[in-house]
C-alpha cells in the first residue's frame, strides 16, 4: 500500500508559458522573403548504405562457415536488397516533400507526400541545438540537426524539430543562425563575414571548461556494463548464426581451442573463460570510450551557452542555453567509487530523458576524476566550489538503518540460496554450496551500512543537495528555484517507521530528485525551508 499526494506547482517565471507576439508586417514580409530550402540527394544514398552494410558481415560468416549456399543467409541477402529499394524510395519522397528555413522570428518546416506536417518554433523557444554525424552521415559530408524546445508534450506528438540528411556546412550555418543577435548579422553580411566579425571581438571567444584526458581511459571498464555488454554481444552473435544455420564451432581455429581447453581442469579451464570474456569486455569498453569522446571539449559560448563537442566516428556537437541548467548530478557504479571517479550529467530542461548512455546529450564528461568532475561542477553552475562538496548533509534516521539491514542481512542471502539451489538442481553446483548462503550475511550488512551513510541531503545557497544509492551512488545539486512541486510517497512499513520519501519535482533531468526515508515532520520543514509556500497540504 501507498499514498501519494501532489503538491500543486507555484508558478514561477522560468516555467510560465509566454503568449505569443504579434508578428509585425516588416517580419511577415521578411519571413515571405526569406527562401526555402531543402535536404541533400546524397542522403538517399545514406538510408541505403545503413541497410547494405550489414550484408558484408553476413557474407563473411558465410565464407568463414564454409557454406555459400546457405539458404537461410540467402533469405537474409535477397531482404536486404528489397528492404533497401523501399527505403531507397521513401528517402527520395522525403528529400523532394521536405523544406526548411530560418526566419528571424521563426523556425519552419514541412514535410510529408499523404500527410502533411508543418513546424513552426519561435527562435526565443529554442532551448538546445544538437548536431550529429555517423560514419556513412560523414562519408557523403552530411549531418543531421535537432532542435529542442524544452516543452514535453503529450504521447503521439513531439516538440522537437529534426533536419536529418543537409549537409555539414548547412548544419554548421543553420547552428550560427540560432544564436541570439546572430540572424540580422549572417542575413546582412554573411557568414563568413559575421563569424570574421566574431573572432575579431575579445567577448565572442569561447571559454574552455574541459577537455579529454585520454589518463581517464583507465576508466572506462569501472562500469557495470562491461561485462554486461560483452556477455549480450557474444549471446546475440551466437543467437543469429544459430539463427542463420551457420556453424562456426567446427571450424579449425574453434576446434584446436576445445580441444586446448578440455585437456585442463575444469576450474582452470573456467576461468580461463571468464579471464577472456572479461578481456574482450575491457577492450570493448576502451574503444566505445575512444570512439565516443574522442576530441572532447566542454565550452561557454559567448551567447550563453554551454557547447558540447566530442566523437571520433559519430561526431556530437551538442549547445544548450545556461538559462535552462537547474543542476548538475554526479554518478558513481561501485568500482568507480572505489577508484575516486564519477560521470558528470547536467540537469536541464529541453533535453531527450530518453536517450541512452553513448548518446545522452546531457552528459557532460566521461568518466573522469573526482576532482575533475567537481571541478567541472563548479564552472558548468558559475559557482566558486561545487555544491556537491560544499554542502553539509544531514543524515538520516536510525529507522532508515534499519530498513537497509532487514533488506540487506535477508534479501542477499536469500538471492544467493536461491541460485545456488538452481546450480544443484541443474548438477551444475555440489550440494554443499547451499551453505554459502548464510555467509554473505556480513556482506549484506556492510552494504546496508554503506547504503545508510551514503543518504544525505542539505540546503546550500541556491541548491538542493541530495546523495544516495550504493551500487551506483548519485549526487544532485539542483536549484531551488527549479522545484516545481513536491510529491510525498509513505509504503506501509516508511508508515510504521515514520518515513516517508520526498521527491522534489522538476522539469529537467528525470523530472524528480529523489530524497528516500526521511522523517515526515523533518521532511516537511526541509520542503518549506527549499521552497516557502509550495508545499501546501503535503
Known sequence: MSRRTQAPAAPHPAYEAREEAEIPAQETQTRAEE???????????????????????????????????????????????????????????????????????????????????????PRDRVRS??????????????????????????PGEDAELVLDGISREQALEFKVLLRPGAYGAVRESGQEQASGQEQASGQALPVPLARMHWSWARYAPLTFTTLAGTVTVVAGGAKLLDLLGLDVTSGPVARWSWDR????????????????????????????????????RLEREPGGALHITRGLLTSRSVSVEERRIRGAELTQALPLRLAGAAR?????????????RLTNPAQLMPPAPLDAAHRATADVLDEPRSPIIAAALCGHPRPALRRRLVRGCLLVPAAVAALAGTGVAAGLLPWWSLGAAPLVVPFGALLALDAYRSLGH?????????????????????????????????????????????????????GAVRIPDMDVAEGLRFAEEARPGLVGSL
Open 129 to 154: 541545438a544538437d548536431v550529429t554525424a555517423n560514419p556513412v552521415h560523414r562519408l557523403f559530408g552530411l549531418a543531421a540537426v535537432k532542435i529542442g524546445t524544452g516543452q514535453h508534450q503529450s
Open 344 to 356: 558528470l550529467n547536467m540537469l536541464a530542461t529541453g533535453l531527450d530523458r530518453g536517450a541512452n
Open 261 to 296: 581447453l578440455s585437456a585442463l581442469p575444469v576450474g582452470l579451464a573456467a576461468a580461463l573463460v571468464v579471464a577472456a570474456l572479461l578481456a574482450v569486455g575491457v577492450l570493448a569498453s576502451l574503444v566505445v570510450m575512444g570512439e565516443a569522446w574522442c576530441g572532447f
Open 35 to 121: 527562401p526555402w530550402q531543402r535536404l541533400h540527394p546524397r542522403m538517399v544514398a545514406v538510408s541505403v548504405s545503413w541497410l547494405v552494410g550489414p550484408a558484408f558481415p553476413l557474407v563473411a560468416a558465410m565464407v568463414l562457415a564454409r557454406d555459400l549456399l546457405n539458404t537461410h543467409a540467402w533469405i537474409v541477402l535477397g531482404s536486404y536488397i528489397v528492404v533497401a529499394g523501399v527505403q531507397a524510395g521513401h528517402e527520395w519522397v522525403r528529400y523532394r516533400t521536405t523544406r526548411y528555413r530560418v526566419t528571424g522570428s521563426t523556425v519552419e518546416l514541412h514535410a510529408g507526400l499523404l500527410f502533411r506536417t508543418k513546424k513552426s518554433i
Open 458 to 510: 542539505a540546503l546550500h545557497g541556491e541548491y538542493l543537495v541530495v546523495r544516495q544509492g550504493t551500487f551506483i551512488r548519485r549526487s544532485v545539486a539542483l536549484r531551488r528555484d527549479g522545484i516545481i512541486g513536491w510529491t510525498g510517497r509513505q509504503s506501509y512499513m516508511q508508515r510504521r517507521a515514520g518515513l516517508f520519501t520526498l521527491s522534489a519535482t522538476t522539469a529537467a533531468g528525470r
